[in-house]
């Protein structure tokens, strides 16, 4: 098992300069870094190989995630915007392939978060999505590039809300680049137990993100972190697992994220290092 965290827990903005986290992240114990899928699509070739060159020097992965926005649905039954979306996500696969990013993950089989004031056609929605991914899964094919397919909870999307929906999606789409991901947070409101839903997606599982019910690190919660580690390690799970708190309000990530009061105990930056860098030991010590 390889842990990462994503750099939002230090930043208020999704689309900032990663170059720092990558070093880090390396002191701060990590294998991973996880990167915005927006952030990198429009990035210059000479910055993603800088990205490339000192995740490389500090011996991490990189990984990216996003949660499409409407006008990239790749889910959309109006042609225009589900090509916008496929085109968008291509050229992210392009980019990640100059940063050597092997693995995507997040809401890139629809939009996220879903606009409940339309109609929900689960069924319509869910068979251009499966055409949508198979055609993005095939361009990320001769790149090395794996998508790993998020499982959020209802209130963020509905094309699947938990991993037995999850896995009966990947089955559909038949790609062997395309996994399940999911996400502690989500599963503590859709799933039974956090051991069951690990095992029944086996060897589907392609990435991992956790956090606490409340988005805070891994064990300032009551997420039953040695249930998780158990299934992991019965599955023989040797993939990515990347952490993914949430804890201070403020800017386009505390409003997406609906981070509406502080969760961090007014913590300044090097609290937060200290925080996540305990959690990471704790981590390790019921996953490993
Ligand atoms: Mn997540």
Redesign the pocket.
Known sequence: MKFGTYFAYWEREWDVDFFPYISKVAELGFDILEVSGGGIADLPEDKLIALREEAKRCGITLTA?IGLPAEYNVSSSDRTIRGNGIAYMKKILDNMDIADIRQIG?IIYAYWPVDYSIPVEKEKTREISIESVRELADYAKPKGITLTL?T?NRFEQYLFNDAAEATQFVKDVDRDNVKVML?S??MNIEEDNFYDPIINTGKYLGHY?IGEANRKVPGKGHIPWAEIGRALRDINYDGTIVM?PFVKPGGGVGSDIKVWRDLSGDADDSKLDEDIRESLIFLKKQFI
């Open positions: 995630c997040g998020e959020v996400d947070f989500h993100h993914e």
